[in-house]
T-cell receptor, first 113, second 118 residues
Framework: EPEVTQTPSHQVTQMGQEVILRCVPISNHLYFYWYRQILGQKVEFLVSFYNNEISEKSEIFDDQFSVERPDGSNFTLKIRSTKLEDSAMYFC???????????FGPGTRLLVL | AQKITQTQPGMFVQEKEAVTLDCTYDTSDPSYGLFWYKQPSSGEMIFLIYQGSYDQQNATEGRYSLNFQKARKSANLVISASQLGDSAMYFCAMREGRGYSSASKIIFGSGTRLSIRP
């Protein structure tokens, strides 16, 4: 099954700046997830999004983070005021056809300077 | 609490040999799913194989098979006839509950770096 696409593939930003990461599903799906992977570390869950609402979020997903699906298609993750420790690979994932599996996008590599 | 353990931080295997990557898990939920993902040096996370806790047979996908031993709570990945392109980081992961439940996050292990020697 096709995964999702993510833009940008790489982003470099200054500390304190806002960034928006985008996830574009290939077809209509209801379940979406954001994960992040700090370099050399394991993949961590951030937030799950079902039917245009947050269904679960981790303790990492604090007030600096927000998600939305502004046009019913793109699924965005916003980091309001980036910190150095936000530097990571950010993955969007969608539920599979039977919702038992999750397919990841190619990721956005974020570097905060 | 969920826990995924991958005890092999790195492995070296000769090309064309079979390789087994270990994974053990811990959960009290009777319904769960187990995953393996491959992450090459380019960074993307590639889905390889899935096993549901109620599946009677071990999952297979081409050269990949999942050796699911429920009583031992292990879900080892077996790659038959390894190829140079199999060199990558491999993550075992688990989801508690059924996939269509609203809280179906995946928890990942720390990964095993597999290197295939020519």
């Amino acid at each position: 099954e096709p995964e999702v696409t993510q833009t940008p593939s790489h982003q470099v930003t200054q500390m304190g700046q806002e960034v928006i990461l985008r996830c574009v599903p290939i077809s209509n799906h209801l379940y979406f997830y954001w994960y992040r992977q700090i370099l050399g570390q394991k993949v961590e869950f951030l937030v799950s999004f079902y039917n245009n609402e947050i269904s679960e979020k981790s303790e990492i997903f604090d007030d600096q983070f927000s998600v939305e699906r502004p046009d019913g298609s793109n699924f965005t993750l916003k980091i309001r005021s980036t910190k150095l420790e936000d530097s990571a690979m950010y993955f969007c994932a969608r539920g599979g056809g039977n919702q038992e599996t999750q397919y990841f996008g190619p990721g956005t590599r974020l570097l905060v300077l | 609490a969920q826990k995924i353990t991958q005890t092999q931080p790195g492995m070296f295997v000769q090309e064309k040999e079979a390789v087994t990557l270990d994974c053990t898990y811990d959960t009290s939920d009777p319904s769960y799913g187990l995953f393996w993902y491959k992450q090459p040096s380019s960074g993307e996370m590639i889905f390889l194989i899935y096993q549901g806790s109620y599946d009677q047979q071990n999952a297979t996908e081409g050269r990949y098979s999942l050796n699911f031993q429920k009583a031992r709570k292990s879900a080892n990945l077996v790659i038959s006839a390894s190829q140079l392109g199999d060199s990558a980081m491999y993550f075992c992961a688990m989801r508690e509950g059924r996939g269509y439940s609203s809280a179906s996050k995946i928890i990942f292990g720390s990964g095993t770096r597999l290197s295939i020697r020519p």
